[in-house]
């Protein structure tokens, strides 16, 4: 007969590794310098305005093929801007749109209602949606692209292409060759030979970043526990990628639609250094639904040479030549680069400088 202390013991031994497996779920997370963000009246407000944009989607079925029809008499860009500062470079984005057809873009900016930021003088900039308060490294950053997104494709069913871009973006071409780049252009692309035939676009594609053999994948991957993230995605089918991208509105709105992987990138992290969802969750959504439909590389150039922090390379004025945007532009995956970022603002001037001259001459 067994003798209770020994049962006791045992049965102490054997809950230790239990415990281990359900330790993540049971202990809070450890404190971070920002409150767990997403409060259940903000996720209620976003459930309300993605099913509007998908209701009104509900019959039109976007598909890989773009038709000009009567129905649809013009192929529009969203510029989608996620802020949380002033837009600083937003004269340089005026020159940008002051060449172009009005009929051709649109623009939205969701900037973090807790900053008290001077809005541009261009009205261009004055589409502000609503908009809820973002942290860096937070699912926040995912909520607000989604609400960008969802806003656009209910604002305009001509928004075709969907860029997501920062205060920290600048534009490396003029409107008009950004514009034949993506919806003209039968060899912009190098990523897919097929998407053209006797010199016609027949295919689009999103221009989103999607890697699988990045060195910090795992970590990122267990950065809420261990089994967090299964059954609904295993470690093979997690990827990283640049958080600004270029999507499709069929990609837009797959977006808007999913609520299984967000209900597991929602959850917080317990390392604020090891999270960055929003570098994880759009690559793996896209990746798992249609992965054939992205290009697996990103139009905005960053440069991660001697990255701080978790922060790319900041150009500084001295640094802004003729020379930068050539180097800025060169691509191996595309004929160019269309955005990059990231600039301090007072490149702003520099960079006007040489707009007509350079970055707006193709
Ligand atoms: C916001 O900025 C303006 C202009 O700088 C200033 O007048 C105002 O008091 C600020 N408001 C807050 C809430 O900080
Ligand atoms: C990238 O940043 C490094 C500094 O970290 C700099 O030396 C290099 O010139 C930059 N590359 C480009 C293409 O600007
Ligand atoms: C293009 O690929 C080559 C070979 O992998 C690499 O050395 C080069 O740095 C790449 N260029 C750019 C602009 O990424």
């Known amino acids: 007969m067994l003798s209770t202390p020994f049962v006791l013991t045992l049965s102490l ?5 239990i415990l281990f497996l359900v330790a993540p779920r049971i202990l ?3 404190p971070t310098n920002h409150p767990i963000p997403i409060s259940a009246s903000d996720e209620l407000d976003d459930i309300n305005l993605f099913n509007r944009a998908i209701a009104q989607n509900s019959n039109s079925n976007p ?6 029809s009567s129905k649809n008499p013009s192929l529009k860009i969203a510029f989608l801007f996620l802020t949380n500062s002033d837009l600083h470079f937003s004269p340089l984005w005026d020159l940008f749109f002051q060449n172009a057809n009005n009929n051709l873009f649109n623009i939205y900016v969701h900037a973090d209602p807790y900053v008290n930021l001077t809005r541009p003088l261009s009205p261009l900039f004055h589409k502000f949606i609503p908009a809820k308060r973002t ?10 692209t989604r609400r960008l997104l969802a ?13 997501l871009l920062s205060q920290h973006c600048v534009p490396l071409h003029s409107f008009s060759y950004v514009y034949r780049s993506l919806f003209i252009s039968p060899t912009f692309d190098s990523s897919d030979p097929d998407s053209s035939r006797f010199g016609v676009r027949l295919r689009y594609k999103s221009f989103v970043e999607i890697l699988s053999d990045s060195p910090k994948l795992w970590k990122r991957y267990v950065a809420r526990g261990r089994f967090s993230m299964m059954p609904e995605i295993s470690f093979e089918q997690f990827r990283v990628g640049s958080q600004f991208f270029t999507l499709t509105r069929r990609h837009a709105l797959l977006v808007v ?21 929003e570098e994880h969750y759009f690559p793996t959504l896209l990746s798992m639904r249609d992965s054939d439909g992205c290009t697996k590389y990103t139009l905005t150039k960053v440069n991660w040479t001697g990255t701080v922090n978790g922060h790319p390379y900041t150009y500084r004025p001295a640094e802004v030549s003729p020379e930068l945007i050539l180097r800025l532009r060169q691509s191996n995956h595309s004929e ?3 955005f990059a970022r990231k600039f301090t603002p007072d490149c702003l001037e520099p960079l006007l400088r040489i707009a007509k001259s350079v970055i707006f001459k193709d």
Do not use: G, Q, V
């Open 135 to 144: 942290f860096r490294a937070s699912p926040t950053l995912i909520s607000a």
């Open 28 to 30: 809070p997370p450890h």
């Open 63 to 68: 598909s890989k093929f773009f038709h000009l």
């Open 257 to 277: 639609k999913d609520r299984t992987l967000w209900r597991k990138f929602k959850i917080p992290c317990y390392r604020d250094d090891e999270c960055y969802p």
């Open 151 to 163: 806003t656009a494709l209910l604002d305009d069913p001509a928004n075709n292409y969907f860029a």
């Open 336 to 338: 160019s680069y269309l």
């Open 13 to 17: 031994l054997l809950s230790l590794p």
